[in-house]
């Protein structure tokens, strides 16, 4: 299984970002999908989760209208639309998943990728 990010960079407070994470290694339209964040010195956090159809979604407070995830299950692929930066947006972001088998539940792991909000 591989998660791949894509899309951080520096942006100044108010712009926006589209984050990507493909896929491989499991059958993507299966399973919900999940981006997690990372700021330093703080406990990795649960951003947003969309369905493995695209829907119901969650998002956390902090980020609920600012921030959109989707999915195109044709392209393995998961997007963070991010919009309205704010400095505390600042940290690694992480796309994760749970697959499960008749052994068990597995959870993966993205690299990350650095969004860093700042004028």
């Known amino acids: 299984v591989q998660l791949v990010e894509s899309g951080g960079g520096l942006v100044q407070p108010g712009g926006s970002l589209r984050l990507s994470c493909v896929a491989s290694?499991?059958?993507?339209?299966?399973?919900?999908m999940n981006w997690y964040r990372q700021a330093p010195e703080k406990e990795r956090e649960l951003v947003a989760t969309?369905?493995?159809?695209?829907?119901?979604?969650y998002y956390a407070d902090s980020v609920r209208g600012r921030f959109t995830i989707s999915r195109d299950n044709a392209k393995n692929t998961v997007y963070l639309q991010m919009s309205s930066l704010k400095p505390e947006d600042t940290a690694v972001y992480y796309c994760h998943t749970e697959t499960r088998d008749s052994r068990g539940t597995y959870r993966y792991w993205g690299q990350g990728t650095q969004v860093t909000v700042s004028s």
């Open positions: 290694g499991f059958t993507f339209s299966r399973y919900a």
């Open positions: 969309v369905t493995s159809a695209g829907g119901p979604i």
